[in-house]
């Protein structure tokens, strides 16, 4: 009598696993799969809040900028039965016209940014990439502080189409955001116009 094989069953990771894992690190849920990930560098994290940082005040308050917009810095979004964490994220206001008072977001953003660092970069632009597309995100940008580029796409019949790819000291003014303009190369602390100055009181 042939042996019967027994099949290794896969764990298929829950919510639950989230909430279990380390504080430091961040946590997403992929198709059932857990990816974990180390807090963002320094040169991400200065990205990642300067592109907020120019967002939020014209489209989320209004200042400088038309408004109606909720710009969240890594929200946990369960979409469907996976979770994940985009550095940026963005709502128009008709999308989601109250600010939950949750844990995570069950909306699907029109904006999402990832800046991309060496230990995400491969799910970014794959899975997570997909994700969106799947859950129809309209716009995506893609942040390379180590190329100092920007990428942004436009989601079209379910295929996302690349906009424009900008550079070093380039001009961003893209949709969804094309109603302001600011330098690229703020988001590269080494070539900040405010970096390196320092407060001597001369």
């Given at each position: ?130 994700l969106y597309s799947r859950e129809g995100v309209h716009h995506l940008w893609l942040v390379d502080p180590d190329a100092r580029t920007l990428e942004a796409f436009e989601l079209r019949e379910g295929h996302w189409l690349l906009l424009a790819t900008l550079a070093d000291d380039a001009t961003v ?30």
């Amino acid at each position: 009598m042939a042996a019967r094989v027994r099949r290794r069953e896969t764990h298929q990771a829950t919510y639950q696993d989230v909430l279990d894992a380390p504080p430091h690190k961040v946590v997403e849920v992929i198709t059932g799969t857990l990816h974990t990930h180390p807090r963002p560098a320094a040169r991400h994290a200065w990205a990642s809040s300067i592109l907020g940082g120019s967002l939020v005040n014209p489209f989320s308050r209004g200042s400088g900028g038309p408004g109606g917009w909720w710009i969240v810095f890594e929200p946990e979004l369960h979409l469907n039965t996976d979770i994940v964490v985009p550095d940026l994220s963005g709502w128009r206001r008709e999308t989601m016209p109250e600010y939950p008072d949750a844990a995570y977001f069950t909306i699907a953003p029109d904006w999402v940014c990832e800046v991309l660092s060496p230990s995400t970069r491969q799910l970014d632009l794959s899975e997570k990439r997909d994700l969106y597309s799947r859950e129809g995100v309209h716009h995506l940008w893609l942040v390379d502080p180590d190329a100092r580029t920007l990428e942004a796409f436009e989601l079209r019949e379910g295929h996302w189409l690349l906009l424009a790819t900008l550079a070093d000291d380039a001009t961003v003014s893209l949709p969804p955001f094309d109603a302001i303009a600011f330098p690229l190369d703020a988001l590269w602390p080494d070539t900040s116009k405010d970096s390196g100055k320092a407060d001597d009181g001369t």
